[in-house]
């Protein structure tokens, strides 16, 4: 067991215990941790995740974190290529540390200039929304997102995005569009290319031929597919945008 590379774990709650064994796999390089309840092992999985033995390389973290938590607990993981987060959980502890009485509690670690996070090989950020438009240009324009800013590639993978109603949106807004990517750029001034994926489903071919033509216009090239992900259980839509 101790030459486990891959482990996806789907848990109501993450204890001590679990951690522990995790932490044991000393050739883990792919990680996934969702936590169905966020009220139960998030600080249990803040504290030890930086404990992990493994050169992890791709690690994907589904738990009510906060920004500033997830880049501390994810520093010492030198290794690190990919990380990947759960937006939807993040956006309701945007509050949490800075009500905090935490006298540990300090911004998230960035260098000299302030930009990066120091860690040195971390080059893709990938973000599952579920949200308003408003919501996800909220979410990027985050202070603490800037210790990612040194990343050459940003996905956000769009589960739905929703209308002010909660309800899927029909349509798509160039308007937010356009500052939501201007805020991706600001953010993440290193970024060479920057992907929207969506489930084929939530788009119709004249929304799929509105987001074409904009990007098209935001960017120097772009590339679109479709193709299957076991992840939503359903064709995606994805555009790349090469800055």
Known sequence: MKKLETLRINCWCVDEELMQMIIKFEMLKHLEIRIANWYFGPRILHRQLSNLKGPIEKLLVSSELTIYELVRSIEPLK????FRI?????????????NRNDDKCQPAKVDANEQNLMHLKLHTLHVSVDSTYEELIKLISHGDFKA????KKLVIDVIAILSKDNQVSSESSPELLNNLIENVFETFKQLD???????SSDISEEEAHILREFFSSRCKSLK????WSDECDEEQTIFELYK
């Open 86 to 98: 759960d937006g939807r959980s993040i956006q309701s502890s945007f509050d949490s540390f800075a």
């Open 224 to 227: 679109e597919r479709c193709e």
């Open 193 to 199: 290319v920057l992907v929207f994926c969506y489930k």
């Open 148 to 151: 990612f800013a040194d990343i």
């Open 79 to 82: 290794t690190l290529k990919e």
